[in-house]
C-alpha cells in the first residue's frame, strides 16, 4: 500500500474513533479529530506531514512505493 493511502486510511480512523468517543465517553475528544484535519489542512499547503515522518521510521510504504 502506497504510503499516501495509509496516512488517509489512518487519518479518516482516527477521525471517526474521535467522533465515537466525543460522542459516547467526553465531548472533549472532539478535539481529535479537529486535529487531524488540521493537520491534513497544513500538510497540503506546506507539504510537513508528521504522520508520513513517523509512518516511515516504522518503515510502512517501503523503497517500492514511495515517489522519492
Request: proline share 4%.
Amino acid at each position: 500500500m502506497k504510503l499516501e493511502n495509509v496516512i488517509r486510511a489512518l487519518a479518516g480512523t482516527l477521525i471517526l474513533i474521535g467522533l465515537a468517543l466525543a460522542h459516547y465517553v467526553n465531548p472533549n475528544w472532539v478535539w481529535l479529530p479537529a486535529f487531524v484535519g488540521f493537520n491534513l489542512l497544513q500538510s497540503a499547503f506546506s507539504g510537513f506531514c508528521p504522520a508520513e515522518i513517523i509512518l516511515k521510521k516504522f518503515g510502512v510504504g517501503g523503497s517500492c512505493c514511495s515517489k522519492s
